[in-house]
């Protein structure tokens, strides 16, 4: 009956029945559970290892490292969002993507990835992976079907492919990669015995505006810390994807430990209820800042996929598709270079200087000497982040009081 994630948050997967009736579900701060019989403790640990125990029932509660009230119900709603059979959540956004990789890659195989990524998963590809030996190799987010395929033959991985992975819109710039044809050349790359998972990171646009799943992903991959909590108050991931895959991702989260603990699990129950509005609001407001800072002086360009400034037609056509909003994040690039963007940071009085995203307060940071400054610099050139940039995260306050804090900060800057 209930069609739209939003209603379903309110209740969804969860039994007041089982709690003396609360109406929302307590924090099971358990390590362990208490089997009714030894018989069902047999069972339930025959089905944990993924087999069907000799009586037939459903699954039952362990142990917290396993599976835990507060992180099923969890794990139940945000499913929903995508659209996808099942869902396993995580301790951030780095163990969810380091233990999907885990999960499916071995010494011999290769991963293909977008660039530019998020740097956790930059360097846990480039450094981590490559010493156990897993191949890897970057596109850019602007390439072609023919000219990715290219790349993967002439990195001799063709037939040893096991993954792509592909992080979109980009970040600070906001350049979009085209699902589908990502999914395409997994298929294009898939043999009988080998099939290749693509996996997404769907943490800046996800879970309201972008499913991939619906574009032929396999894995949606977030970091919970930004949207979804939405608060900049936990540290939590998900991975959401087909029945088979996200139970291959939970056998290796067992191992690893990198299960999220009961108490953000219920932190990001009540993230979830507010979530469309939280994440409609801050898209008001980002439509509403562009519009101040397009014809600003002293701001030289403004990257807020709503403008289209310098989009090909090519990108406009992927984004309409993919996309259902133009986001809550502004980047754009101050007259005066790093001197000038950082005068206009210091002089900010109510948004405040902090990386990190998809919170409820707007946060502004300098991409080239913060979230990128691992980047090489002639890398941050050819993705198009610019010593001047300021990217903005954009909250659900005012937009006239973001507006004038912003006025007051560019004019202290002398933009
Ligand atoms: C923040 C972020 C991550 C890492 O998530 P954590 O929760 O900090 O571990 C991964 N990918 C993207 C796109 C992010 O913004």
């Known amino acids: 009956m209930i069609k739209s994630p939003e209603t379903a948050m309110m209740g ?13 579900p307590p924090v099971f701060l358990t390590s362990t559970f208490v089997f009714h019989t030894a018989e069902e403790g047999k069972d339930f640990f025959t089905m944990a290892h993924g087999h069907t125990p000799a009586q037939e029932r459903e699954m039952g509660l362990i142990y917290s490292r396993i599976n835990n009230p507060n992180i099923e119900i969890l794990e139940e709603r945000i499913r929903l969002w995508d659209g996808g059979a099942d869902a396993a959540a ?15 890659l071995k010494p011999g195989d290769f991963i293909l990835f977008s660039n530019p990524l998020y740097g956790g998963s930059h360097k846990f590809i480039q450094h981590f992976l490559k010493e156990l030996g897993i191949g890897t190799i970057g596109f850019s987010a602007g390439d072609s079907f023919e000219s990715i395929v290219g790349q993967v033959a002439a990195a001799g991985a063709a037939g040893k492919l096991k993954m792509i992975f592909v992080e979109t819109p980009a970040n600070p710039t906001g350049e979009v990669i085209d699902v589908r044809m990502c999914s395409e050349l997994a298929k294009h790359f898939s043999t009988e015995d080998k099939p290749v998972l693509l996996a997404v990171d769907n943490t800046y646009m996800g879970p309201l505006w972008s499913r991939p799943l619906q574009f032929g992903a396999d894995i949606v991959l977030y970091s919970a810390t930004k949207y979804i909590g939405g608060h900049s108050d936990v540290i939590a991931g998900a991975a959401v994807g087909g029945k088979s895959i996200i139970q291959s991702i939970k056998a290796a989260r067992t191992f690893f430990g990198t299960i999220i603990d009961p108490h953000p699990a219920w ?46 037609e090519r990108q ?10 133009f986001g809550a994040m502004v980047s754009f690039d101050v007259a005066g270079g790093e001197p000038a963007a950082f005068r206009f940071l210091n002089a900010l009085r109510h ?14 940071q300098h991409p080239w000497s913060m979230t990128h400054s691992g980047v090489p610099e002639s890398e941050k050139l050819q993705y198009g982040i610019t010593e001047g940039m300021v990217r903005l995260s954009v909250g659900i306050e005012h937009h006239e009081d973001l507006i004038r804090d912003m006025e007051q900060a560019l004019h202290a800057a002398r933009l």
């Not at 163990?95 to 999960?103: D, F, K, Q, R, V």
């Not at 406009?316 to 909003?325: C, R």
């Open 267 to 312: 932190m990001l129950l009540r993230s979830l209820e507010t979530l469309k509005l939280r994440m409609d609001a801050a898209a008001q407001n980002a439509a509403h800042i562009a519009a101040f800072l397009q014809n600003y002086p002293g701001v030289e360009k403004v990257y807020y996929p709503g403008l289209r400034t310098g989009m090909s």
């Open 90 to 104: 995580f301790s951030s956004g780095m163990s969810a993507i380091s233990t999907t990789m885990m999960a499916f």
């Open 12 to 24: 969804h997967g969860y039994k007041p029945e089982l709690s003396e009736g609360a109406v929302k």
């Open 351 to 364: 948004i405040k200087l902090a990386v990190s995203l998809g919170g409820t307060e707007s946060l502004a």
């Open 316 to 325: 406009q056509q992927i984004y309409a598709e993919q996309y259902t909003s």
